[in-house]
């Protein structure tokens, strides 16, 4: 228990400090401990380190500020994150998105790559990609409601912990790319979202089974097909369903529960 309360405080205090130069040391000075229990335990709950923490969720947070503040300069999120200079900012951006920033500005995705880490099951945000219908939570339960009797369809990569054993790079590169696969198969009114770490959903505007099984098979059609991580091409494959969700009234707070069991169902 010690030890759950410990690693929930270290991972508030990481929220709070996204835009604030801190270090190891300092979090473990705030918690009372030493860096080595804090590093340690921090490394055996999310498999990677402080500071690699701290690198990709300033970089999620930069990257909405990209999409939400087009007239600031890239100098001045540097500047806001951490960074001495406009080449530092963008190569710690480069290597968490894979674009830079600019190339990030014209073509931005809807969700957040490295969302903040839970010990608790919560409802995440919703995350869209590109051309794909952008709602907040409130309105994607609006929507569900008013699609009751569409399809959704859910993807979730085959053996994700061993690219991630790889490099968590490669890793973050795989979640790329089954959204990807699933964003480009859906239609133009279909709504991608994000319900897990590699798990997405999309809402389709349609009830017949049909539509939802060719994007089923569109996506299916690429498993094996192989991502690139340095001088390694990986392969990557996905779970694939398509479902409707047959209650007559959905709760609001059951929601994502109910869109991760289908998938779950389709895995076993």
Same mark, same amino acid.
């Not at 335990?41 to 402080?50: A, D, G, K, P, Q």
């Not at 990257?63 to 540097?78: E, G, Q």
């Not at 219908?133 to 009797?149: A, G, P, Q, T």
């Given at each position: ?11 508030? *205090?990481? +929220? =709070? ?5 801190? &270090?190891?040391? @300092? /979090? ?6 030493? #860096? ?86 919560? *409802?995440? +945000? =919703? ?5 794909? &219908?952008?709602? @907040? /939570? ?6 569900? #409601? ?123």
């Amino acid at each position: 228990m010690e030890n759950l309360l410990l690693i929930t405080r270290a991972l508030a *205090l990481i +929220e =709070d400090t996204l835009t604030e130069d801190v &270090k190891t040391d @300092d /979090i473990a000075r705030e918690l009372y401990c030493s #860096k080595s229990s804090i590093e340690k335990l921090f490394r055996y709950v999310t498999n990677m380190s402080i500071r690699d923490y701290y690198i990709r969720r300033r970089m999620s947070k930069a990257a909405k500020d990209i999409v939400s503040c087009p007239d600031v300069s890239f100098l001045d999120l540097a500047v806001k994150y951490g960074y001495s200079s406009n080449e530092a900012f963008t190569r710690a951006f480069k290597n968490v998105w894979h674009v830079n920033p600019s190339e990030y500005r014209k073509n931005p995705m809807r969700f957040e790559l490295f969302p903040a880490f839970r010990l608790e099951p919560e *409802l995440m +945000e =919703d995350e869209n990609m590109n051309s794909k &219908k952008k709602v @907040d /939570i409130s309105e994607l339960y609006d929507y569900i #409601k008013e699609r009751r009797n569409c399809y959704f369809v859910g993807v979730d990569i085959k053996s994700l912990i061993p690219i991630n054993e790889i490099s968590h790079e490669a890793g973050d590169i795989a979640i790329l790319t089954a959204l990807n696969r699933l964003a480009a198969a859906s239609g133009e009114e279909d709504i991608v979202f994000r319900i897990g770490g590699d798990e997405f959903v999309a809402l389709t505007n349609s009830g017949d089974k049909e539509y939802a099984d060719k994007i089923v098979s569109e996506i299916l059609s690429h498993n094996g097909e192989t991502f690139r991580y340095g001088e390694m091409d990986i392969p990557l494959s996905l779970h694939v369903t398509s479902y409707k969700i047959e209650s007559r009234k959905i709760r609001y707070a059951e929601l994502f529960a109910k869109l991760q069991s289908q998938l779950d169902c389709a895995k076993a």
